[in-house]
């Protein structure tokens, strides 16, 4: 499997010395938002994550190779080629690694690089889901069978908003995918701090979020587990607000037949002119709080790691 994948001498070292690691998408890079913006944010986020005690790898495929851990010249690519590079996906990897592509990984295929490589907690914005009318369409993510088979944590802030995040909960529950809320009983709603939705568990640390991890994956209980952090409360819109600007904007690309890898991006773009730009700041700010979180989480796992080789 390391024929495909180029690891970082940073990750690498890392990963050698028993250093925590936290995996990071780039379709956040090149389709999430615009640039520059784009790249100076994958940028912060790479320096949240080392100023909380872990190291960042950014994972993307270039020229055919999945790549845990991107220079600083490689994320201003990607942000600069933007949706000329491919959103990849599961289905997608085999054909943009053989076609010696580029692509940016979603979720999905951000977990996968992330399991070969041996890492262990990915932080990102929200999760794909099931999207809104799938009794019709059957248009689900990838991301939710990923972390069905994938022992990959995924700190992120809930499902997003332009999904059925009811029926995304019981599709994860179907599965066997542990919801948990970090510090909350409810779902946050992504640009909301509580969708209304329960949660499996909540913990309020680290340290207990580290120890469920070791418990299930030492089980042999196979997977990954999506740990729920929300927004910070300041960025955080009304969920009446929110709800509003996303019925407008499911109308729209209903109305210009827009679905399959096309629709998050075309809902996002038109969040953001609908809020005049404060949703994609709220995105930001979430997704940096999560690599804190993120840093924090594989710090504490790693420590949990030694203490039980050690004993």
Not at 16 to 27: F, H, K, N, Y
Not at 46 to 75: D, Q, S, Y
Not at 138 to 149: G, K, P, R, V
Request: net charge neutral; hydrophobic share 45%; proline share 4%.
């Amino acid at each position: 499997m390391y024929n495909y994948v180029d690891i970082s001498k940073e990750v690498a070292e890392a990963l050698d010395q028993g250093r925590p690691i936290v995996a990071l998408e780039s379709t956040i890079i090149s389709h999430g938002m615009p640039y520059p913006r784009n790249v100076e944010t994958a940028l912060d986020v790479e320096k949240t994550v080392r100023n909380h005690g872990a190291t960042p790898a950014t994972i993307a495929v270039l020229k055919g190779r999945l790549k845990a851990g991107l220079k600083p010249e490689e994320i201003e690519y990607l942000g600069s080629q933007g949706t000329a590079v491919t959103k990849c996906s599961r289905r997608d990897l085999p054909f943009i690694v053989a076609g010696k592509k580029d692509g940016a990984t979603t979720v999905a295929a951000t977990m996968i690089a992330a399991g070969l490589a041996g890492i262990k907690v990915f932080a990102t914005g929200g999760i794909g889901g099931v999207h809104r009318g799938a009794a019709e369409t059957f248009d689900i993510s990838a991301d939710l069978q990923e972390l069905a088979q994938t022992n990959v944590a995924v700190v992120c802030a809930g499902v997003k908003s332009i999904l059925d995040i009811g029926l995304t909960l019981e599709y994860l529950e179907t599965f066997g995918i542990p919801v948990i809320g970090f510090g909350v009983q409810n779902l946050p709603g992504f640009y909301t701090r509580d969708s209304g939705f329960p949660v499996d568990f909540q913990l309020d640390s680290v340290e207990d979020l580290a120890a469920a991890l070791k418990a299930k994956w030492d089980m042999g209980l196979s997977g990954g587990v999506l740990i729920a952090n929300p927004i910070p409360e300041a960025y955080s819109f009304p969920k009446e607000a929110i709800d509003q600007i996303i019925d407008e904007a499911l109308r729209d690309a209903s109305s210009k037949k827009i679905k399959g890898k096309a629709i998050t991006p075309f809902l996002l773009e038109k969040i953001a002119q609908s809020s005049q730009g404060k949703s994609l700041d709220a995105n930001i700010k979430l997704v940096l709080n999560n690599a804190k979180v993120g840093a924090e989480l594989a710090g504490a796992y790693m420590t949990l790691l030694k203490k039980a080789g050690s004993s």
